[in-house]
Structure formats: structure tokens, C-alpha cells
């Protein structure tokens, strides 16, 4: 359900949760760009995923 309603809202869950005040005020490394991505509503949902996976492989230094 979490999923639809962020979905409906063009937001990440993790984004979601954030801003209702639900998770840490630290996020972990990355977070924050990557809600920024998820949240980016000119990006298509697979536009989105391939972007997550080239910025994950240049934070993560496993090239996967």
C-alpha cells in the first residue's frame, strides 16, 4: 500500500517515510540522491532504474 500512495505521489517509500518523520534523520550514504532520482518526474520508471544502477556502481565500486 506504501508503494501505491509513493507511486501516486511520484516519491519514493524510503522518500515517503522521510518526510513523515518515520525513519532517521541520518539517512545512509546516498539516500538522498537516490530519492532525488526516484522522485525526479521527467525520469520514466526504467530511466530511473538505469540511472540508480550507473550512480550504485560508481558509490559501491562493484561495477553491478
Known amino acids: ?3 501505491s500512495l509513493a507511486d501516486a ?3 519514493s517509500a524510503e522518500t515517503m517515510l522521510e518526510q513523515a518523520g518515520l525513519l532517521d534523520d541520518e539517512p545512509s550514504e546516498g539516500a ?3 530519492a532525488t532520482i526516484r522522485a525526479d518526474p ?3 520508471d526504467a530511466q530511473k532504474e538505469a540511472l540508480l544502477g550507473v550512480y550504485r556502481s560508481f558509490t ?5
Do not use: C, I
Open 1 to 3: 500500500m506504501l508503494k
Open 9 to 11: 505521489f511520484n516519491l
Open 32 to 34: 538522498d540522491t537516490e
Open 42 to 44: 521527467r525520469l520514466t
Open 60 to 64: 559501491t565500486g562493484s561495477g553491478s
